[in-house]
């Protein structure tokens, strides 16, 4: 396949581009999984709060492809924080997958206002050593948090998956994942489509015979980021993943870097939310 991985620092590789199936129904990912292995995808990423992991494991057992050829993620609710109870919800996602372990396995979120997310991690590093969740990491995390886990478990995650765009691109959580050899995994990484308009990406995308979306996953990929946009549709699939034969270049960069907004989040703020 022609998609790059990312070394993860448990020395596992993840691929840069996958994914996401948040809002696709359990009836609906079979399907559309299906279609997206046929258009190159390898990395799914899913959560216990998706509701699809049946259809995710349905897709897997169907897939052309060997279980190994694929990278799947999928995530603990807030409302299974706890050391045992995280063991439980974890052993529920696995019996749903039809899997006897996932590729990397995520903490949502970290939770305002609860500190269980420091017992959760345990789980989670306990599901590592027993080869269960190949790499583990965490979503939605704060620096404050991610501090928290290297001083007091003295376990790095290897991903931190949080909303990520051009207009909401976290330069400071980026430079603090960097230092601490934390990859960074954007969600929402088209905006929730709400960047396709943007007149600046067209331009952009005009220049290199690109569509906006695939300007904004080049720019992703540039930035080293890992990817996981969302679509049900098959010609939107395959367009998002055909950004592997051009690059931006420095002056795009630029521009683009010009439409970070602090409040172009479209999802919710993890300070707050849970
Ligand atoms: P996204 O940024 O991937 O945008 C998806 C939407 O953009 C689609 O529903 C469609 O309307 C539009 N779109 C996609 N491709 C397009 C194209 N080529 N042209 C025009 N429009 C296009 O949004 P998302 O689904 O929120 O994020 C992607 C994935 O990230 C999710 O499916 C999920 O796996 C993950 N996610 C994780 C969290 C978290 O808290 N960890 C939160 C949100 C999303």
């Known amino acids: 396949?022609?998609?790059?991985?990312?070394r993860l620092n448990d020395g596992n590789a993840m691929p840069q581009f996958g994914y996401g199936v948040w809002r696709v129904s359990n009836e609906e990912a079979a399907s559309a999984i299906g279609e997206a292995i046929k258009?190159?995808?390898?990395?799914?990423?899913?959560?216990?709060?998706y509701g699809n992991e049946e259809g995710v494991g349905q897709a897997i057992k169907a897939a052309p492809v060997s279980r190994d050829e694929l990278f799947i993620t999928t995530k603990v609710w807030n409302d299974r924080h706890g050391y045992d109870e995280t063991l439980r919800a974890f052993d529920e996602s696995l019996a749903r997958l039809q899997l006897d372990?996932?590729?990397?396995y995520l903490i949502h979120w970290p939770v305002a206002g609860s500190?269980?997310?420091?017992?959760?991690w345990r789980a989670l590093t306990k599901l590592?050593?027993?080869?269960?969740?190949?790499?583990?990491?965490?979503?939605?995390?704060?620096?404050?948090?991610?501090?928290?886990?290297?001083?007091?478990?003295g376990v790095t995650p290897s991903v931190n998956q949080i909303e990520l765009h051009p207009r909401f691109q976290q330069t400071e959580l980026r430079a603090?994942?960097?230092?601490n050899g934390i990859i960074t995994e954007s969600w929402s990484p088209l905006g929730q489509g709400t960047l396709i308009a943007d007149e600046t990406l067209a331009a952009i995308g005009r220049k290199h015979g690109k569509t906006p979306a695939q300007v904004i996953l080049r720019w992703h990929l540039d930035n080293g980021l890992v990817v996981i946009p969302k679509s049900v549709t098959p010609s939107r699939m395959r367009e998002n993943i055909s950004v592997f034969d051009f690059k931006l270049d420095a002056e795009d960069m630029r521009a683009i870097e010009g439409l970070n907004d602090a409040?172009?989040?479209?999802?919710?703020?993890?300070?707050?939310?849970?």
């Not at 396949?1 to 990312?6: E, L, N, R, Y």
């Not at 500190?115 to 959760?120: K, Q, R, V």
Request: proline fraction near 4%; charge should be negative; glycine fraction near 8%.
């Open 115 to 120: 500190e269980a997310y420091l017992d959760t």
């Open 39 to 49: 258009a190159g995808y390898r990395s799914i990423d899913t959560a216990a709060i």
């Open 1 to 6: 396949s022609t998609i790059p991985t990312v």
């Open 176 to 179: 603090f994942h960097a230092k």
């Open 263 to 274: 409040s172009g989040r479209v999802g919710p703020d993890p300070a707050v939310f849970g």
């Open 101 to 104: 372990h996932v590729d990397l």
């Open 128 to 153: 590592k050593q027993d080869g269960r969740a190949k790499s583990i990491g965490v979503s939605n995390f704060m620096v404050q948090h991610l501090q928290r886990l290297i001083d007091e478990a």
